[in-house]
């Protein structure tokens, strides 16, 4: 059975500091793998995907990831933090091919201190 | 465009009570998928829909829980005999297609408290 670890509960940041949030999964193969973000009063939104090819992945609002299939792990990473960047972090793996359920980590809520 | 709508965005009602929760996908979204996010845990996969048809039912935690998608648009979560345990917040989320790869957007939820 696939599972998401998110070893970091809480997490707080200067604004301006370098960020890393901490993703391990278990899959039988290769996933897909996702980084959702879930602001007060927000639904999830997509911050960026893996599927396959280059293992540093590009998202939204200056973050991306990096795939290591030696640690199974997917962290999520910004240079720089700014204060509207407060919010719970979601990793995912979903399986390939045909559509179907993702797995969610328990997520990480981030802080960012001025 | 519109996004993801779900209806009500809270819902207060007593233990042992019927309770039904919607779900508007985005328009030409074809897989339909039903989440439940308890406090402090990551969405759990409920049901998902492809079509009209439930594709993939495996997360239902009992026989009080059933999903109806009758048009292949608007779906309805249902729950008989609320128990207090069943208080979450259950997410509703859409994808274009029948891939993996279809990006699922995420509704902001109802929150249900069972009392």
């Known amino acids: 059975a696939q599972s998401v670890t998110q070893p970091d509960i809480h997490i707080t940041v200067s604004e301006g500091a370098s960020l890393e949030l901490r993703c391990n999964y278990s899959y039988g193969a290769t996933p897909y793998l996702f980084w959702y973000v879930q602001s007060p009063g927000q639904g999830l939104q997509l911050l960026l995907k893996?599927?396959?090819?280059?293992?540093l992945v590009q998202g939204i609002k200056g973050f991306e990831a990096e795939f290591k299939r030696s640690q199974s792990s997917f962290n999520l990473r910004k240079p720089s933090v700014h204060w509207s960047d407060a919010a719970e972090y979601f990793c995912a793996v979903g399986p390939t091919g045909t559509a179907s359920k993702l797995t969610f980590g328990t997520g990480t809520r981030l802080q960012v201190t001025l | 465009g519109a996004g993801v709508s779900q209806t009500p965005s809270n819902k207060v009602t007593e233990k042992g009570k019927y309770v039904e929760l919607r779900c508007d996908p985005i328009s030409g979204h074809t897989a339909l998928y039903w989440y439940r996010q308890s406090l402090g845990q990551g969405p759990e996969f409920l049901i998902y829909f492809q079509g009209t048809g439930a594709a993939d039912d495996s997360g239902l935690p009992n026989d009080r829980f059933f999903a109806v998608r009758p048009e292949g648009s608007v779906s309805t979560l249902k729950i008989q005999r609320t128990e207090r345990g069943d208080s979450a917040v259950y997410l509703c989320a859409s994808s274009r297609g029948g891939w993996s790869t279809d990006t699922q957007y995420f509704g902001p939820g109802t929150r249900l408290t069972v009392l």
């Open positions: 893996y599927f396959s090819g280059d293992t």
